[in-house]
Nanobody, 116 residues
Framework: QVQLVESGGGLVQPGGSLRLSCAAS????????VSWYRQAPGKEREMVAR????????TYADSVKGRFTISRNNANNTVFLQMNSLKPEDTAVYYC?????????WGQGTQVTISS
């Protein structure tokens, strides 16, 4: 079955960096786009970044442009989110998302907390 497993979250001071990973299995990873979403307490889930199947033309939310970079390794079925210059407002649970076979799949999420 399709599985998306996030890792790499944690507690970081403002201005710091984190690298999230999403390990995928159960589908032909290289054929599908993958996205990162986040959900902060009391807020709706929002898309942070998306990368195409071939890794070209990534897109980003305006709030993270210039600070976050999404990438993927199709040989290892993994997507990454490099997050730099982190701000307290980046605090959220971060989720990996893909929709192979036109069905929506989410990972369990990884908590990112930005605080001094």
């Amino acid at each position: 079955q399709v599985q998306l497993v996030e890792s790499g979250g944690g507690l970081v001071q403002p201005g710091g960096s984190l690298r999230l990973s999403c390990a995928a299995s159960g589908f032909t990873f290289s054929r599908f786009a993958v996205s990162w979403y986040r959900q902060a307490p009391g807020k709706e889930r929002e898309m942070v970044a998306r990368i195409s199947s071939a890794g070209r033309s990534p897109t980003y939310a305006d709030s993270v442009k210039g600070r976050f970079t999404i990438s993927r390794n199709n040989a290892n079925n993994t997507v990454f989110l490099q997050m730099n210059s982190l701000k307290p407002e980046d605090t959220a649970v971060y989720y990996c998302y893909a929709n192979p076979g036109m069905r929506n799949y989410w990972g369990q999420g990884t908590q990112v907390t930005i605080s001094s």
